[in-house]
């Protein structure tokens, strides 16, 4: 089982800039002030590059990659 990871925004050291959007537009969107609303759940395999980028790139420090909380299914 790989591991799986979401990303996560610090509100309060967001200053708005959107560069995380121009990255990773599949996962990320802006809202009507330029900040980013990211879309729930794990990032896609294919995707984790680009969002790692996203984090690197972030000149205020505000986007990271934590570890996705999965539930497990219960067996039927």
Known sequence: MTKQFE???DR???DGRGLCAEILPERIRLDSWGYPIVAPGPIPEHLM???ARA???C???AI???R???QKQRPK
Do not use: H, M, T, Y
């Open 49 to 51: 590059g680009l969002a």
């Open 12 to 14: 309060i050291k967001c």
């Open 64 to 66: 990271a990659l934590r």
């Open 68 to 70: 996705a909380q999965v």
């Open 59 to 61: 000149p205020v420090l």
């Open 7 to 9: 990303l996560v925004v």
């Open 55 to 57: 984090v690197d790139d």
